[in-house]
């Protein structure tokens, strides 16, 4: 079983940028073969996919996001990276790192998913 722990959230006014990390571990030896996602779920509603990045580097997002939101990872430090710009206050949410259940799998449904962080409050002001 993998570990997520996620670090970056805050309070933010709209316009403004902030960045998301996650770090893993447990099964470190074989990050680089995962892709990695991030969700969000906001007070109310369901949990969305937000961006994915395969093993690969290619990446993939939610149409609210695209433009807007970069997705990266470092496979030496086993982390990945959501960089949020021109911030909304409906991106207002709690942001879950997660990470699918098998190796070399894009997956952009919370179905699909092994592991979750314990996620991060990002709040964004009008």
């Known amino acids: 079983q993998v570990q997520l722990v996620e670090i970056g959230g805050g309070l933010v006014q709209a316009g403004g940028s902030l960045r998301l990390s996650c770090a893993t571990s447990?099964?470190?030896?074989?990050?680089?073969?995962?892709?990695m996602d991030w969700f969000r779920q906001a007070a109310g509603k369901e949990r969305e996919f937000v961006a994915a990045?395969?093993?690969?580097?290619?990446?993939y997002y939610a149409d609210s996001v695209k433009g807007r939101f970069t997705i990266s990872r470092d496979n030496a430090k086993n982390t990945v990276y959501l960089q949020m710009n021109s911030l909304k206050p409906e991106d207002t949410a709690v942001y879950y790192c997660?990470?699918?259940?098998?190796?070399?799998?894009?997956?952009?449904?919370?179905?699909?998913?092994?592991?979750w962080g314990q996620g991060t409050q990002v709040t964004v002001s009008s």
């Open positions: 997660a990470a699918p259940r098998r190796t070399r799998v894009v997956v952009t449904t919370a179905e699909g998913v092994g592991s």
């Open positions: 447990g099964r470190t030896a074989t990050f680089s073969n995962y892709a």
């Open positions: 990045i395969s093993w690969s580097g290619s990446t």
